[in-house]
């Protein structure tokens, strides 16, 4: 059973930049897909980003392309989500994800499809302007 666990979320105004971390505890394989999702009242929670641990190149929503950088820290056992020039529309509960499988994505990587054995709790994001 893989245990997810995030933080760094908090309250930022338009502009600023925040880094959220999963820490993962009670892997089994050496490799997962690792993904980043959002989710606010009343919507869908959103794939965000996406990374497969074997040097994959990540995947990004459209949304955040250029402002949000996907990494992992296989040492700590710690995904990261670095968020720059963050907006009003940014603002959600963050959750990671972690699955054994590759990740797996819609023609042209256009969406992220894995579905996702292991979640963590979230992390809030508030983005005033």
């Known amino acids: 059973q893989v245990h997810l666990v995030e933080s760094g979320g908090g309250s930022v105004q338009a502009g600023g930049s925040l880094r959220l971390s999963c820490v993962a505890s009670g892997k089994v394989y050496n490799s997962y897909c690792m993904a980043w999702f959002r989710q606010v009242p009343g919507k869908e929670r959103e794939a965000v980003a996406s990374?497969?641990?074997?040097?994959?190149?990540?995947w990004y929503t459209e949304s955040v392309k250029g402002r949000f950088t996907i990494s992992e820290d296989s040492a700590k056992d710690t995904l990261y989500l670095q968020m720059n020039n963050l907006k009003p529309e940014d603002s959600a509960m963050y959750s990671c994800?972690?699955?054994?499988?590759?990740?797996?994505?819609?023609?042209?990587?256009?969406?992220?499809?894995?579905?996702?054995?292991?979640w963590g709790q979230g992390t809030r994001v508030t983005v005033s302007s």
């Open positions: 994800a972690a699955d054994p499988l590759t990740c797996t994505y819609s023609s042209a990587r256009r969406r992220l499809l894995s579905d996702f054995a292991y």
């Open positions: 990374v497969y641990t074997n040097g994959e190149k990540p």
